[in-house]
């Protein structure tokens, strides 16, 4: 079985010898770095067929993933689920024009900026946070149906499951609450491309996809095996249209995609066709015993792993058990110091913020690298004590919307220390990166403890990003 075919009618192509009087500029005899595939790296010609019209061998590509993800039609994406992003909710906008959009509050920065191109109107909803890990919880279907009732006729419901941390909510609960009031429902599941059919035998259940959500995008490159910038966009029924879709995938997608990105998805859905069965067994297998090992843990907790029971979490649906959040707070270990202890155990993880590490896995770990890691949370566990004080909760509260974002962007500003800005509305974004969860975001106001929230997350060594403000201690305000 050919698991890579658009990558070799590339390398077909290529060795067909035709000189290139086009696009890219090393023509295929100048490799831009050693090991890059400039072979195969070439633009739309007769034979590999054209991205943003599809009707030979990419289109062939995008129907069987399609089939293998269990949609009703898939887009491959270059740029990212951002680019999916933003034309989801772009061609939602369009469809259903002047009606606002029920959305997540700890959605990617990318809905908040598809919210402010679009200078949407929000019906925020803002999931319950989990006071053990200090992360949201799940979106729930009575927060759903409350938003929806408050915004009859929305163009979209947009939430984020799983989020970076690995929490899912009940995305079939709620498609069902969306879909009885004609409102699409549009999925972030940038950290779920792995909730596929063959997977789900195997623990991973609740997709988006399988839950009916009209449009969802993933990220093969977070937990398969896909090049990085690599997405999908996947469509289910007919509320957003998919000549809607398309539009905005030809204004927000690059208009030169690269074929090697291309390729790794194909690649990426070929090898899943083969393998995917006997990969999310040894998966599951992986993460079973990690779990079993991680047990004997006292001071560290591992996020529904170990001793760390599902039912001690109420805020949380379910959970990804491939992704690993670990809590140092019990410890003393603020999440940056233990993901340099990790470092120096041989371990890079995915990311630090206030108390916590999140180690992400995917079916392409090693063998043994999961029992190494346990080793080693064992080994700082036991040389742990209790902490004089716990760790601050890495989330601020965040503020109630005073204006909408397009309008706080636009409007004249200053700049204030953070510590004075309580009351104030906010004109600019700011996060930690990662997850690119806007803590505050512009319209919104800022409340009185989120100074000092800030100020701790800052102290744990988590680093917030501020899009105007140059200074991490000073924020820009509307004026």
């Not at 999931?127 to 163009?155: E, I, K, M, N």
């Amino acid at each position: 079985m050919n698991t890579h075919l658009l990558q070799t009618r590339l390398e077909d192509y290529a060795a067909a010898a035709p000189y290139p009087l086009h696009m890219p500029g090393h023509k295929r005899r100048v490799d831009p770095a050693p090991g890059l595939p400039a072979a195969w790296d070439v633009t739309e010609v007769p034979g590999v067929d054209d991205l943003h019209e599809a009707q030979g061998i990419l289109a062939d590509a995008m129907n069987r993933a399609a089939a293998l993800w269990g949609a009703q039609r898939s887009w491959f994406l270059v740029n990212g689920s951002t680019g999916g992003i933003l034309a989801a909710i772009r061609a939602a906008a369009l469809t259903r024009p002047g009606q606002p959009i029920v959305c997540a509050r700890n959605c990617h920065k990318s809905v908040y900026h598809a919210i402010e191109l679009n200078a949407l109107a929000v019906e925020w909803m803002t999931p319950p946070v989990d006071p053990a890990f200090g992360v949201y919880g799940s979106v729930t279907p009575a927060q759903a149906a409350a938003a929806l009732d408050r915004c009859p006729g929305a163009a979209a419901l947009v939430l984020t499951s799983p989020t970076y941390e690995g929490v899912l909510s009940d995305v079939a609960a709620i498609a069902a609450l969306c879909h009885d009031r004609d409102v699409p429902l549009i999925v972030d599941e940038a950290h779920g491309a792995h909730y596929l059919p063959l997977a789900q035998p195997f623990g991973w259940q609740g997709g988006a996809v399988a839950s009916g959500a009209d449009l969802v995008i993933q990220s093969p490159h977070k937990t398969l095996p896909s090049l990085t910038q690599t997405a999908l966009l996947h469509q289910n029924g007919g509320r957003i249209p998919a000549a809607a879709v398309e539009r905005q995938l030809d204004v927000f997608e690059t208009s030169s995609p690269s074929y090697p990105l291309l390729a790794s998805l194909d690649g990426c859905a070929g090898l899943l066709a083969a393998h995917g069965t006997q990969w999310f067994a040894a998966w599951r297998e992986r993460l079973d015993r990690f779990d079993r090992a991680v047990a004997p843990l006292r001071r560290l907790r591992v996020l529904c792993h170990g001793t760390d029971a599902a039912k001690s979490h109420p805020e949380i649906f379910c959970h990804d058990g491939g992704k690993l959040l670990v809590s140092g707070a019990g410890a003393g270990w603020t999440g940056a110091a233990l993901a340099d202890r990790l470092r120096r155990d041989g371990f890079e993880t995915e990311m630090a913020c206030g108390a916590n590490v999140l180690a992400m896995t995917s079916p392409c770990d090693a063998e043994d690298a999961l029992d190494r890691l346990a080793a080693a949370l064992l080994a700082v566990d036991a040389a742990s004590a209790a902490p004089a004080a716990p760790l601050p909760p890495p989330l601020p509260e965040p503020g109630a919307a005073a204006c909408p974002i397009a309008e706080a962007v636009r409007r004249p500003a200053v700049t204030l220390p953070l510590a004075q800005a309580a009351g104030r509305v906010a004109a600019e974004y700011l996060w930690a990166y990662p997850p690119g969860v806007p803590l505050i975001a512009p319209g919104e106001r800022i409340p009185a403890g989120f100074a000092a929230a800030a100020a701790a997350l800052e102290s744990s060594g988590t680093r917030l990003r501020h899009t105007s403000a140059t200074l991490p201690d000073q924020i820009s305000v509307l004026a």
